[in-house]
């Protein structure tokens, strides 16, 4: 799963990982996280492989609403290595909230 991609905010990829032939969860392994916006890659902030959950995080810069974050997730446990994908268009940075106006009073 990710979390939505907006500017100015962690981004992350997560992926349970499980065996294919027996269904049986996988607890320890080696992970690999990547991601660039166009040709700028990013640094993850997080890479960790805890009960079965493999999870990513980065920190997409502030002004990249509009462009896309591309990566991908690699897992190497048992002697596989398996790799999920993701492209996501990045949202406007999320206003800090409700705008204070004033008015005049006669």
């Known amino acids: 799963g990710l979390k939505s991609a907006t ?21 320890s392994g080696r992970i ?6 166009g040709s700028t890659p990013l640094r993850p902030e997080q890479a960790t492989f805890r009960n079965t959950v493999a999870k990513c995080i980065w920190r997409l810069p502030a002004g990249s609403a509009g462009k ?14 398996e790799t999920r994908t993701f492209a ?4 406007p940075e999320r206003p800090l909230g409700p705008r204070a106006t004033s008015r005049a009073t006669a």
């Open 7 to 27: 500017a100015g905010e962690r981004f992350g990829a997560v992926a349970k990982v499980t065996r294919d032939d027996t269904g049986e969860r996988v607890r």
């Open 88 to 91: 996501e268009r990045i949202r």
């Open 68 to 81: 896309t974050v591309r990566g991908s997730l690699t897992v190497t446990a048992l002697g596989v290595t």
């Open 32 to 37: 690999q996280c990547r991601a660039k916006i």
